[in-house]
């Protein structure tokens, strides 16, 4: 089965740093283009970076541009995302999400989600 | 901010047609790119429904339907099950934010 466990979510002070992780499995991960999404508690959903399949294209949001940093190993069939400066408002679900092979841009195939709360 | 407006909430009773809207602007759907929709049951992580404007992935029942004009895109039920009750989200893409954009989410309420 096609499959995307996010980890490495939790309660960190502003400021501080996190690490997400997302491990693949199911699928051939290295030709895959890759998102986080994030969903703040009560809220909708917010596209939060992409990275191309072999990791040489990268976009963030506006919103996280400068503190966040999307990463993969294909080799480990992983996707990270690294937050640094955390603030209030990053508390939210953060998922991973697969990009479907080839235009329309959409996204096929998403994890169950990790939480992260910034909170002092 | 989201720059796809949906209306917060639609409701219907069991068998009934309800439609969603997904406004957006002419440089996001009016310029040319597809819109797609996700369906998020309470504490779930959300799931393609519709993709390429009109699109079932396999599995989705042909219930909903999908349907995009100008600068906006709709989504429709039609024979509403209790089970359909979740928050559905357009998303697209915006070429000035290389990046996607997500709608500001419709909730489904089944009477």
């Known amino acids: 089965d096609v499959q995307l466990v996010e980890s490495g979510g939790g309660l960190v002070q502003p400021g501080g740093s996190l690490r997400l992780s997302c491990a693949a499995s199911?699928?051939?991960?290295?030709?895959?283009?890759m998102n986080w999404v994030r969903q703040a508690p009560g809220e909708g959903l917010e596209w939060v970076s992409y990275?191309?399949?072999?990791?040489?294209?990268?976009y963030y949001a506006d919103s996280v541009k400068g503190r966040f940093t999307i990463s993969r190993d294909n080799a480990k069939n992983s996707l990270y995302l690294q937050m640094n400066s955390l603030r209030a408002e990053d508390t939210a679900v953060y998922y991973c999400a697969r990009e479907a092979a080839g235009p329309p841009y959409y996204m096929d195939v998403w994890g169950k989600g990790t939480t992260v709360t910034v909170s002092s | 901010q989201s720059v796809l407006t949906q209306p917060p909430s639609v409701s219907g009773a069991p068998g009934q047609r309800v439609t969603i809207s997904c406004t957006g602007s002419s440089s996001i759907i009016g310029a040319g790119y597809d819109v797609h929709w996700y369906q998020q049951l309470p504490g779930t992580a959300p799931k393609l429904l519709i993709y390429g404007n009109s699109n079932r992935p396999s599995g989705v029942p042909d219930r909903f339907s999908g349907s995009k004009s100008g600068t906006s895109a709709s989504l429709a039920i039609t024979g509403l099950q209790a089970e359909d009750e979740a928050d559905y989200y357009c998303?697209?893409?915006?070429?000035?934010?290389?990046?996607?954009?997500f709608g500001t989410g419709t909730k489904v309420t089944v009477l």
């Open positions: 199911g699928f051939t991960f290295s030709g895959y283009e």
């Open positions: 990275i191309f399949s072999s990791g040489n294209t990268i």
């Open positions: 998303q697209s893409y915006d070429s000035s934010l290389s990046g996607y954009v």
